[in-house]
């Protein structure tokens, strides 16, 4: 396989699935406001960590063949 390593994308995967536990406890603890400097910073990270996860478990999938 050429690229990244599975124990990359597994790493990327435990580092996305900490960004977002991260996300979820700031959210459990600050609260949601209507402020829109909030809903972008979540916005952007929940992207991030949530489309790292996914693209990662998607190469692991396909590397296991």
């Known amino acids: 396989m050429t690229g990244?390593?599975?124990?990359?994308?597994?790493f990327r995967i435990a580092f996305s699935l900490a960004g977002l536990g991260l996300l979820g406890a700031t959210i459990a603890v600050r609260g949601i406001s209507n402020s829109a400097?909030?809903?972008?910073?979540?916005?952007?990270?929940?992207?991030?960590?949530?489309?790292?996860?996914?693209w990662s478990a998607i190469r692991l999938w396909r590397s296991r063949n």
């Open 4 to 10: 990244t390593s599975r124990k990359e994308l597994w």
């Open 37 to 54: 400097a909030l809903v972008e910073v979540v916005g952007i990270a929940g992207l991030f960590f949530g489309g790292t996860a996914i």
